[in-house]
């Protein structure tokens, strides 16, 4: 598993069809709907569009690159399923977890010797 190169086809996010000209309009992509629209007609030298194309290869999608799975988990039941994996996954807390309960997870974690993506950063006095 370790010795697979991971190849990202596109590290550019895909930015909405005129979000630069308004600041009405965000960033996030819409698909262009319109019957003259330059970019849903695919002309040369406009924004791209996403498509299957751009999706990576299914053996490293959500590799890192020290060869670990990330998984994303939201309580401690979740962490406690993952206990056979711990050689294979890196947990990622999710970021709308208050401190007391991502204290309770990372404590569990360094029990099971499974590595946390986003520790809590400890503030000394």
């Not at 040369?44 to 290869?57: A, C, H, Q, V």
């Not at 099971?112 to 006095?125: A, G, H, L, R």
């Amino acid at each position: 598993m370790k010795n697979l190169s991971i190849i990202k086809k596109k590290i550019k996010k895909f930015k909405r069809h005129h979000s630069d000209r308004y600041k009405r309009l965000k960033t996030n992509w819409r698909k262009p709907k319109g019957i003259d629209n330059c970019v849903r007609r695919r002309f040369k030298g406009r924004t791209l569009m996403p498509n299957i194309g751009y999706g990576s290869d299914k053996k490293t999608r959500n590799l890192l690159s020290n060869g670990l799975l990330k998984v994303k988990i939201y309580n401690l039941r979740e962490l406690k399923s993952m206990a056979m994996l711990n050689r294979k996954i890196s947990v990622e807390v999710s970021k709308n977890i208050g401190s007391l309960k991502k204290k309770k997870i990372m404590d569990l974690a360094l029990i099971m010797d499974i590595k946390i993506t986003n520790p809590i950063k400890i503030k000394k006095n």
